[in-house]
């Protein structure tokens, strides 16, 4: 399992990369290697106001759909449309396909999420 010692992580499988003020997620190496083969993928519109912790986004693979949280609070500001035509590249590479960026609404809420280290002492 790859873990970046760069980003933050939620118990809920989701990467967040902070640039300013915007918060960019996407699932980890981990969710996306259980998941198995990612072929569809419902981002949500620009502007959706989220709490962190609310289902935003469903990836579906062979295997099953399964639901996204965002980690951060805000307003979702981009998604990701590449992945809505190749919803491949999650599996290609879990950290450079984000998913969506958030406007954060409080960013000391990063504080709250896990680090590189902390995530992967879940699952050792």
Same mark, same amino acid.
Request: hydrophobic content about 40%; charged content about 25%; proline content about 3%.
């Given at each position: 399992?790859k873990v970046l010692?760069?980003?933050?992580?939620?118990?809920?499988?989701?990467?967040?990369?902070?640039?300013?003020?915007?918060?960019?997620?996407?699932?980890?190496?981990?969710?996306?290697?259980?998941?198995?083969?990612?072929?569809? &993928?419902?981002? %949500?519109?620009? @502007? !959706? +106001? $989220? *709490?962190?912790?609310?289902?935003?986004?469903?990836?579906?693979?062979?295997?099953?759909?399964?639901? &996204?949280?965002? %980690?951060?609070? @805000? !307003? +979702? $500001? *981009?998604?990701?449309?590449?992945?809505?035509?190749?919803?491949?590249?999650?599996?290609?590479?879990?950290?450079?396909?984000?998913?969506?960026?958030?406007?954060?609404?409080?960013?000391?809420?990063?504080?709250?999420?896990?680090?590189?280290?902390?995530?992967?002492?879940?699952?050792?």
């Open positions: 399992m010692n760069e980003l933050k992580y939620a118990e809920s499988h989701e990467w967040v990369k902070v640039d300013g003020n915007k918060a960019y997620i996407g699932i980890t190496d981990y969710a996306q290697d259980h998941l198995g083969e990612v072929v569809y &993928v419902e981002l %949500p519109e620009t @502007g !959706t +106001i $989220v *709490e962190a912790g609310d289902q935003c986004i469903v990836l579906e693979s062979v295997k099953a759909a399964s639901d &996204v949280y965002s %980690p951060i609070g @805000g !307003t +979702i $500001v *981009e998604i990701n449309e590449e992945l809505v035509d190749n919803p491949g590249l999650i599996n290609e590479s879990a950290y450079d396909a984000w998913l969506i960026a958030v406007d954060m609404s409080d960013p000391t809420e990063v504080n709250n999420l896990l680090s590189a280290e902390e995530y992967e002492n879940m699952y050792h």
